[in-house]
């Protein structure tokens, strides 16, 4: 006997794939030009630090590593969250007088900071380094503070409207002026200013792009309730990215304090190597999903699922380029960027592990901000800071640059239990350990295959290119044999 179907459920049904079918659209339109965006202003960048790279030399490249730790840490402070408050809230809670606020608020901050770094944190800096020229770096490199209020609005206007093709436009057109320039200059000999230039011009050749992408003009109007309602949630979000800063540049602070400018440049190659793929990487599928999640936040199961794609995605695309640094990371560095960075070899190879367990946790932030739990995110922080900073100092007090290295591995190893703990206690999407490894069993199965066989590569002496290509070749293999079919059914159906 057949059983007659529910209207009301059939209904629901059909509504829920409905939904379903439109967030894979987005999510796909989203990753799609994001990722385009990833590869060009990649490529890019990558060209300008390896011109830099050649030219500037270990101590140079650790000055800009200096000032960065401090202009950095204002550039956080600045954004003061409203871009991810803004992202978040439901279409119903937001108006007209939640841009203008945040516009005119960020304006003034902005200004405020700004006069704060030239006069206090630039002398700061110079101080605390004993490099009297961080005096002039440390101002010149925050410029782009300024620009940031003028491109926050627009910014998060596209992206609540997931037109992340707009964005993707903005993002390459000011990246590619930007560091055509940087080129030239560098090799018309500005070396460290090339370098600095690069990083200003890009937000101020996006605000015209902005602009002209979104047609918003912002007013003279100022509502409190709207400072109220953006900047209590900003509050939280922005004292979560202080501790986030902190947590991920304190190695810079010590080490350029302890070790001086030389070593830390080396540092700063072996970190920007690793940490450049994975921050991209990051930045492409979190951008989209970020928005996505705030919209499915009553919907556990939905979230579940694709958190657990994302983290699928980013190790799938990232663990084979930190095999190939852990590996073969020698050659890498001397054939590619010469003798004089032979010491950021072992450094290299440590924070490449590391980044892969980076890589474990990679959609946990945006999943916790996405669902309004931006207290939540900030005490998390807090605490990976209190584990990070002590281990870290007593590494690189008694062993130097590899200790710093192990130590960061170690507190990444820290962030994925930290998450799981998380999952099962603090949050309504409920994720196993068990849940977590078997979605990245195919990606561990084919890191452990490529391994090996890169290791026999090296072991028989194979030229270091071929053992590269025996690298990805046999991972990309494992992959598609083991989920080839779901990956043609994501880019079929998404």
């Known amino acids: 006997m057949n059983t007659p179907h529910k209207p009301g459920l059939v209904l629901d049904n059909e509504i829920i794939d409905s939904e379903v079918k439109a967030d894979k659209k987005l999510v796909k339109a989203g990753v799609l030009w994001t ?67 945040a ?50 609005v627009h910014k998060a206007q596209l992206t609540r409207a997931m037109n992340f093709k707009a964005i993707a436009f903005i993002d390459n057109s000011s990246n590619i002026i930007a560091g055509c320039i940087s080129i030239l200059l560098a090799f018309l000999g500005a070396g460290v200013w090339a370098l600095v230039f690069n990083a200003v011009a890009i937000f101020i050749f996006a605000m015209p792009l902005y602009y002209r992408a979104t047609k918003w003009r912002p ?41 001086g400018a030389p070593i830390l440049g080396i540092y700063t190659f072996a970190f920007v190597i690793t940490d450049t793929f994975r921050s991209r990487v990051m930045a492409v599928v979190n951008n989209v999903m970020y928005p996505l999640y705030g ?19 980013n190790c799938l695309v990232i663990f084979p380029i930190m095999l190939l640094f852990a590996q073969l990371g020698e050659p890498f560095v001397i054939n590619i960027f010469g003798a004089k960075w032979q010491k950021a070899i072992l450094p290299l190879q440590i924070l490449s592990f590391s980044v892969m367990f980076q890589m474990m946790v990679s959609g946990n932030t945006a999943l916790i901000r996405g ?40 507190n990444k190893f820290l962030l994925v239990v930290i998450a799981q703990f998380t999952f099962r206690y603090l949050l309504s999407v409920k ?40 690298l990805f070749g046999s991972y990309a293999l494992v992959t598609w044999f083991t989920i080839g079919k779901d990956l043609k059914m994501i880019l079929k159906k998404a």
């Open 35 to 101: 990722a385009l965006q990833l590869i060009v202003n990649q490529s890019f960048s990558f060209i300008v630090k390896l011109v830099l790279l050649r030219i500037l030399m270990p101590a140079e490249f650790g000055l800009v590593g200096m000032a960065a730790v401090f202009a950095g840490l204002v550039q956080v402070i600045n954004d003061l969250g409203v871009g991810a408050a803004l992202v978040q809230r439901k279409e119903i809670d937001l108006n007209e007088d939640h841009y203008q606020t």
């Open 103 to 152: 516009f005119w608020t960020g304006v003034m901050w902005s200004v405020m900071l700004y006069l704060i770094i030239s006069l206090l944190v630039a002398p700061l800096a110079a101080n605390f380094y004993h490099q009297p020229v961080l005096r002039m770096l440390v101002p010149v490199l925050s410029i782009g503070i300024l620009c940031n209020p003028v491109n926050l």
């Open 219 to 259: 007013g003279f109007k100022w509502n409190k309730q709207a400072f109220h309602d953006v900047f209590g949630f900003g509050a939280y979000t922005t004292g979560a990215n202080i501790f986030t800063y902190l947590y991920n540049n304190i190695d810079y602070l010590l080490i350029g304090k302890l070790l």
């Open 295 to 313: 919209k499915k936040q009553d919907d556990p199961v939905l979230l579940k699922r694709y958190y657990l794609r994302v983290v699928q995605i």
């Open 371 to 410: 669902l309004g739990k931006p207290g939540l995110d900030m005490k998390l922080q807090i605490l990976k800071a209190v584990l990070f900073v002590p281990t870290l100092a007593y590494a690189t007090i008694n062993y130097g640059i590899i200790g710093a290295s192990v130590a960061v591995l170690f």
């Open 431 to 470: 994720i196993s350990t068990f849940e977590l490894l078997k979605s990245l069993y195919p990606v561990l199965l084919a890191s452990t295959v490529a391994g090996l066989l890169c290791f026999l590569a090296i072991y028989l002496d194979f030229h270091f290119i071929i053992a590269a290509t025996l």
